[in-house]
T-cell receptor
Framework: EAQVTQNPRYLITVTGKKLTVTCSQN?????MSWYRQDPGLGLRQIYY???????DKGDVPEGYKVSRKEKRNFPLILESPSPNQTSLYFC?????????????FGPGTRLTVL | EDKVVQSPLSLVVHEGDTVTLNCSYE??????LLWYKQEKKAPTFLFML????IEKKSGRLSSILDKKELFSILNITATQTGDSAVYLC??????FGAGTRLTVKP
């Protein structure tokens, strides 16, 4: 089944404790991205990747890191999480450049930073 | 700076009503505008629009793009309770609007 998977789905952590949210797609998509969703603000892009070893900042990259060492994986790293990073996070992938094909979204990761 | 504005932010209708959701945008290097539906989970794709004036249809849903006036509309006819969701528009599939929350009452 074609899908985007994220882990964990739910996470409660404390300020400053490094964490990684994994994202994997099995559709051989070139383009992958991370979004956070907060009430009233819609989806805001954190980082995106056009291909392996090619990443770029979205609208809200502060406090996040990403890597794209393999085509299928695009982990999101929070080196020192803070309470303002409490949010719902979505990973997404599309066949090619954003805006040329629809994105497929993962199920979401709900993160709470205390 | 790129902008996406959706209106209304919230809408409550009864089954059978017709609704029109609006999306206005200002983005550089426009390629397309996409609409997504989000229930209590991840967004799912509805339409991708690239050309002005060409309506895309899927059942009771339809959408059209005006590249001159920089807006798109999403129409839903004969609404059903299953249409209750947040509808998101995304020019270039990168910057999303805040969404329109549609509630359809029986």
């Amino acid at each position: 089944e074609a899908q985007v998977t994220q882990n964990p789905r739910y996470l409660i952590t404390v300020t400053g404790k490094k964490l990684t949210v994994t994202c994997s797609q099995n559709m051989n998509h070139e383009y992958m991205s991370w979004y956070r969703q907060d009430p009233g603000l819609g989806l805001r892009q954190i980082y995106y990747s056009m291909n392996v070893e090619v990443t770029d900042k979205g609208d809200v990259p502060e406090g996040y890191k990403v890597s794209r060492k393999e085509k299928r994986n695009f982990p999101l790293i929070l080196e020192s999480p803070s309470p303002n990073q409490t949010s719902l996070y979505f990973c997404a992938s599309s066949l090619w450049l954003a805006g040329t094909n629809e994105q497929f979204f993962g199920p979401g990761t709900r993160l709470t930073v205390l | 700076e790129d902008k996406v504005v959706q209106s209304p932010l919230s809408l409550v209708v009864h089954e059978g009503d017709t609704v029109t959701l609006n999306c206005s945008y200002e983005v550089t290097n426009f390629r397309s505008l996409l609409w997504y539906k989000q229930e209590k989970k991840a967004p799912t794709f509805l339409f991708m629009l690239t050309s002005s004036g060409i309506e895309k249809k899927s059942g009771r849903l339809s959408s059209i793009l005006d590249k001159k006036e920089l807006f798109s509309i999403l129409n839903i006819t004969a609404t059903q309770t299953g249409d209750s969701a947040v509808y998101l528009c995304a020019p270039n599939d990168m910057r999303f609007g805040a969404g329109t929350r549609l509630t359809v009452k029986p």
